[in-house]
Structures are given as structure tokens and as C-alpha cells.
């Protein structure tokens, strides 16, 4: 079955610390791969995707994301975190084929960021 | 481009009242999705749209929920009979049907309480 997992639900680090944060998929075929931030109470603002070729993928705000097909997962890093990006993060791979469109999200890791 | 928008933003109502969400996707999209959040949780895929064709519902969308998107704009989603289980966030998401038909743009969200 399609899943995604964020295996931490809550990570805290400091003002201009390095981030890392992890996603793996489970999906049959080719994954396509999504992240997501949301601030509190608002909807999802598009990060970065992956389709296919380079498997280093920039996104807005500064963050990147790696695909590893071998370990079946879509991490999110930024070298150096602003106050400005806490908020809630959710990994999301697109399920398809036939009459299925959707994406399917993982549970979301809240990041604090400590001044 | 002004995005996806979605009215109201919030509702609250009382148990077994009846509820209407609107959604307006951007306005080249073909594809409209409805997702529903419950905190801490990611989002939840409810159903899809190509066009005014409903292809997709969750087995989430119980005979109570049911959408519609005449003519292929906007869309609806009434809740009947609302109960306390409802409460939660529901998000309305566009694509369209070429190029990145993957990456899905989401609105704001309506945030709604049955008390």
C-alpha cells in the first residue's frame, strides 16, 4: 500500500543550525514527491517536488531535498534555519493510474526554531 | 494568478446542522481535490474532480458529504447532518491537466467546528 512516513513529529533547533528532516515512501512505481510547509492555522505552501532526473532538488526558501530510491526516501534539508520557517512540514507522494489522482501525505514534523 | 481561495473560512455550527464549503481553483486548473486535516494529522484525501466529473471519493466521504463542481469551476462540499467528528480542516487543492499536472496549489482551508 502507498504510505508515507515522518518519523518525528516534533524537532526543535536553533536560529541558523542546519535542518534535516526525514520522509520515506512506500510506492510501487515511480514516486513523485512533494514537501509542504504550513504555518498555523493556514493551507499548504508547495516547498519543492521531485518528477525525475537529478535527485538533488531545490525548492523555495533556501530548502532542498534529496531522493534516494535505494532507501526510499525524500529528506528536506537547509543549511542554515530563520526564525521565519517554523511551522509544520508534510512529505507527500502522488498516487496515480486510472482514475486515482491524489496525493497521499505523511503525519508532519512541527519544527520550533530556537533563537 | 490570485490562487485558490475558499469561503468561508471558518464555520461553526451546532451537531446535526447542515454546512456548505466553496472552492475556487485557480482559474486554468482542470483538477480540484478536496482533502480534510484533523490536528495533528496530515492531510486526507476526500475526492477529486477532472473537470465537472467527479472520478474519485474516499471511502473518508461518507453518504453525508457530498461535492459537486458544475461547469467545472468552482466546487462544493455540504456536510448534512454534521457531527461532532466533522470538526476538522478542509482544505481544497487545484492542478492542472498538462505540463505539472502533479503539483497541487491549496487554499486556506476552512476551519470547521460542530459543537
Known amino acids: 500500500a502507498q504510505s508515507v512516513t515522518q518519523p518525528d513529529i516534533h524537532i526543535t533547533v536553533s536560529e541558523g543550525a542546519s535542518l534535516e528532516l526525514r520522509c520515506n515512501y512506500s510506492?510501487?512505481?515511480?514516486?513523485?514527491l512533494f514537501w509542504y510547509v504550513q504555518s498555523p492555522g493556514q493551507g499548504l505552501q508547495l516547498l519543492l517536488k521531485?518528477?525525475?532526473?537529478?535527485?538533488l532538488v531545490q525548492g523555495i526558501k533556501g530548502f532542498e531535498a534529496e531522493f534516494k530510491r535505494s532507501q526510499s526516501s525524500f529528506n528536506l534539508r537547509k543549511p542554515s534555519v530563520h526564525w521565519s520557517d517554523a511551522a509544520e512540514y508534510f512529505c507527500?507522494?502522488?498516487?496515480?493510474?486510472?482514475?486515482?489522482?491524489?496525493?497521499?501525505f505523511g503525519t508532519g514534523t512541527l519544527l520550533a526554531v530556537q533563537p | 494568478d490570485t490562487g485558490v481561495s475558499q469561503d468561508p473560512r471558518h464555520k461553526i455550527t451546532k451537531r446535526g446542522q447542515n454546512v456548505t464549503f466553496r472552492c475556487d481553483p485557480i482559474?486554468?486548473?482542470?483538477?480540484l481535490y478536496w482533502y480534510r486535516q484533523t490536528l495533528g494529522q496530515g492531510p486526507e484525501f476526500l475526492t477529486y474532480?477532472?473537470?465537472?466529473?467527479?472520478?474519485?471519493k474516499s471511502r473518508l466521504l461518507s453518504d453525508r458529504f457530498s461535492a459537486e463542481r458544475p461547469k467545472g469551476s468552482f466546487s462544493t462540499l455540504e456536510i448534512q447532518r454534521t457531527e461532532q467528528g466533522d470538526s476538522a480542516m478542509y482544505l481544497c487543492?487545484?492542478?492542472?491537466?498538462?505540463?505539472?499536472?502533479?503539483?497541487?496549489?491549496f487554499g486556506p482551508g476552512t476551519r470547521l467546528t460542530v459543537t
Open positions: 487543492a487545484s492542478s492542472s491537466g498538462t505540463g505539472s499536472a502533479y503539483e497541487q496549489y
Open positions: 510506492y510501487g512505481a515511480t514516486p513523485y
Open positions: 521531485y518528477f525525475s532526473g537529478d535527485t
Open positions: 507527500a507522494v502522488f498516487y496515480y493510474g486510472g482514475a486515482t489522482n491524489k496525493l497521499i
Open positions: 482559474s486554468e486548473h482542470n483538477r
Open positions: 474532480f477532472q473537470n465537472e466529473a467527479q472520478l474519485e
